[in-house]
């Protein structure tokens, strides 16, 4: 699998990638031997992340993704968090 992610950089930014392995790349940008962008940031946080089966179809999206402006990178975001939340219980009366 071939997988977008978004990163949050200690001090606010976005940082967009790809990878094959989202968790061993995080850790790679926390021991500073990520993007020469997140080694001034650190610590990341990773918010968002989208998995492909094509290499190219990752790259395509991730060209995309840093072209969107900072509040549509954040609506991305707060849609992937909405759809994973388990849904709400409904209290009885």
Do not use: F
């Not at 992610?5 to 392995?21: P, V």
């Not at 650190?42 to 968002?48: D, Q, R």
């Not at 991730?62 to 609506?75: D, F, M, P, V, Y």
Request: charged letters at 35%; a positive charge.
């Amino acid at each position: 699998m071939n997988y977008v992610y978004l990163l949050r950089c200690a001090d606010g930014s976005l940082y967009c990638g790809w990878t094959t392995d989202p968790e061993t790349r995080l850790k790679e940008h926390n021991s500073g031997h990520g993007a020469k962008y997140t080694r001034s940031r650190l610590p990341a946080e990773l918010v968002y992340c989208e998995a492909y089966e094509d290499r190219h179809e990752a790259r395509s999206r991730e060209w995309h993704i840093k072209r969107l402006s900072r509040k549509q990178k954040l609506e991305l975001i707060a849609e992937q968090n909405k759809r994973q939340q388990p849904p709400k219980e409904k209290s009885a009366d």
